[in-house]
């Protein structure tokens, strides 16, 4: 089945651009110039990713993914931010309202799929998670059930924060993790722990399974790129 993605911008320019290369490369794809027409866009036509400016009239980017996300029914679309602001906050607020990466304009039309197909996959890769438990990938497996990672076969010890934190960013490789969200899902609201503990954990993280495994998204937070 063709994945169905859902570009949403106000430059008519843009909408065709995309349309056109993403038809071409085979997937289903609808447009929508602002965020309460891909409200209603989104509900008849239910997409599997959803490419999302920020700055639109009517109802914005930002806006739009806090009101899809609200529905259930929207909990596993991938969205991804179009946008040409660099604005560590605009990121911010993009990743807390629902957002899982971002594309920056202008971009290459050959750019965008590649980065389009690597969203789906991930998607794909969560989907799996869920009914096995078990994130395998090139070099490095994690069993949340065993509490277990191997890395090239072998088994490596990690503290239960590292482990807790390793596998909150598997599951959803390629997105960006903000320090709150990971505080919320690791620590939790009612925990009060120092702002250099994530770090600490990132790093003995690093140390044990390498510096590749996790990358630092500057002012933003952190991100797993297996």
């Not at 911010?92 to 389009?116: M, N």
């Not at 088994?155 to 807790?164: G, V």
């Not at 990358?215 to 952190?222: A, E, Q, V």
């Amino acid at each position: 089945m063709r994945a169905k993605i859902l570009v949403v911008d106000d430059e008519e320019d843009i909408r065709e651009i995309l349309g056109y290369n993403l038809t071409k490369e085979g997937f289903s794809v609808e447009t929508a110039s602002n965020g309460k027409l891909a409200l209603t866009a989104a509900h008849s036509f239910l997409p599997d990713l959803i490419i999302l400016d920020i700055m639109m009239p009517e109802m914005n980017g930002i806006e739009f993914c806090r009101q899809l996300k609200k529905n259930p029914v929207f909990k596993d679309t991938r969205i991804a931010f179009l946008t040409a602001r660099s604005e560590d906050m605009t990121h911010i607020q993009a990743l807390d309202s629902g957002g899982d990466d971002f594309i920056a304009k202008p971009v290459k039309p050959a750019v965008l799929i590649s980065k389009i197909k690597a969203i789906l996959r991930r998607s794909h890769i969560g989907s799996e998670e869920k009914h096995t438990g078990i994130s395998i990938f090139d070099n490095l497996t994690i069993d949340r059930e065993k509490h277990l990672v191997l890395k090239d076969g072998q088994e490596t010890d990690l503290a239960k924060k590292e482990f807790q934190l390793l596998s909150l960013m598997a599951s959803r490789p390629g997105k960006v993790f903000t320090r709150e969200e990971i505080f919320r899902h690791i620590w939790g609201n009612d925990v009060i722990v120092g702002n250099r503990t994530i770090d600490v954990h990132i790093r003995k993280i690093r140390e044990k399974l390498g510096e590749e495994v996790i990358r630092t998204i500057k002012g933003i937070g952190y991100k797993f790129e297996l």
